[in-house]
């Protein structure tokens, strides 16, 4: 039987600014998304059985219908009449529920591999709809891009024509953090709007990333650290190593800094790895 073996990226979130409560719960959202090199895996192979099979190394990961890659399976069966069962094997790198959408990715990746496994032909277009429908995040890994302007939920995307490849020090505290729950926290100030995603938009095309760096923010971080308290030590220790250039992804609990160099990089890990079991040292994809 035929099988497909895809990459499905991480992303960070460089800008996140929550705008409004919506009447559908949600929250509207500008935010500024990077593809980045941490990646899991996923294998799909076709097989003779009406059934959807999900298998994953990591022992947090429902296989059955919660997970996103089961429900887009399961849509796509449905909505195209298909017969054959699928396998899918996924090889998790991104850590679960930490701001980095791997579930979300996971589904978009999951969109690209069947429709090609199952020959459904599905344009961009009809796939994003699908992406919607099961994540905000979805869209993004579904465009063909490195850098993309999120807005609505998240999931109406802007891809940029942005050439800055970066390299960031992640560190992932193994804690679960719930993007309901921290969007249910989240209290609307009434601050004017201010013009930082579009500075931080220019210095992205300029490449000028000692810039990025000065306008990089979260809205969640107050909602994040009301949760977790602990995380600011997280965030204090990263900024110990690069005054600027910090910040949470997401709805956390991953925290970044832009490092000027691999090398750079790779010596704060080299560090923080006594202290934390998750870091990584990752780039632009
Ligand atoms: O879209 P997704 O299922 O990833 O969202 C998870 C939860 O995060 C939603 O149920 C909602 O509570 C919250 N959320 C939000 N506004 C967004 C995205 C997510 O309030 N733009």
């Known amino acids: 039987m035929r099988s497909i073996i895809l990459s499905s990226p991480a992303k960070l979130n460089l800008f996140l600014k929550v705008l409004e409560k919506r009447s559908d719960g949600y929250h509207g959202l500008k935010t500024v998304f990077e593809r980045i090199s941490l990646c899991d895996d996923i294998r799909f192979k076709s097989t003779k059985s009406d059934q959807i099979k999900i298998t994953c190394d990591h022992p947090h990961v429902p296989v059955g219908p919660k997970n996103l890659v089961y429900q887009v399976a399961q849509l796509l069966r449905k909505?195209?009449?298909?017969?054959?069962?699928?396998?899918?094997d996924i090889t998790k790198r991104i850590p679960v529920a930490a701001g980095l959408a791997g579930g979300s990715s996971n589904a978009a990746t999951a969109l690209l591999g069947l429709n090609r496994l199952w020959g459904i032909n599905l344009t961009k277009k009809t796939l994003i709809e699908y992406g919607k429908r099961v994540g905000s995040d979805v869209p993004f890994f579904l465009h063909d891009c490195s850098w993309g302007l999120?807005?609505?939920r998240g999931d109406h995307i802007k891809p940029l024509s942005v050439d800055a490849k970066m390299?960031?020090?992640?560190?992932?505290?193994?804690?679960?953090?719930?993007?309901?729950?921290?969007?249910?926290?989240?209290?609307?100030?009434?601050?004017?709007?201010?013009?930082?995603?579009?500075?931080?938009?220019?210095?992205?095309?300029?490449?000028?990333?000692?810039?990025?760096?000065?306008?990089?923010?979260?809205?969640l971080e107050q909602s994040i650290l009301q949760i977790r308290?602990?995380?600011?030590?997280?965030?204090?220790?990263?900024?110990?190593?690069?005054?600027?250039?910090?910040?949470?992804?997401?709805?956390?609990?991953a925290v970044f800094g832009i490092t000027s160099s691999k090398k750079e990089a790779e010596n704060i890990k080299a560090v923080l790895k006594k202290r934390y079991s998750q870091v990584f040292v990752v780039q632009t994809l």
Not at 79 to 88: F, N, P, T
Not at 230 to 252: M, P
Request: with cysteine.
């Open 229 to 253: 308290p602990g995380l600011i030590r997280v965030k204090k220790r990263l900024e110990s190593f690069l005054s600027q250039g910090v910040c949470f992804s997401g709805s956390g609990p």
């Open 167 to 219: 390299w960031h020090i992640l560190v992932v505290p193994r804690i679960k953090m719930y993007s309901g729950e921290v969007f249910a926290r989240f209290k609307m100030k009434l601050t004017k709007q201010g013009d930082d995603v579009n500075i931080l938009l220019r210095s992205l095309r300029k490449c000028n990333i000692y810039k990025v760096t000065e306008f990089l923010s979260n809205d």
């Open 79 to 88: 909505d195209y009449g298909i017969e054959k069962g699928v396998e899918i």
């Open 150 to 152: 999120g807005t609505h």
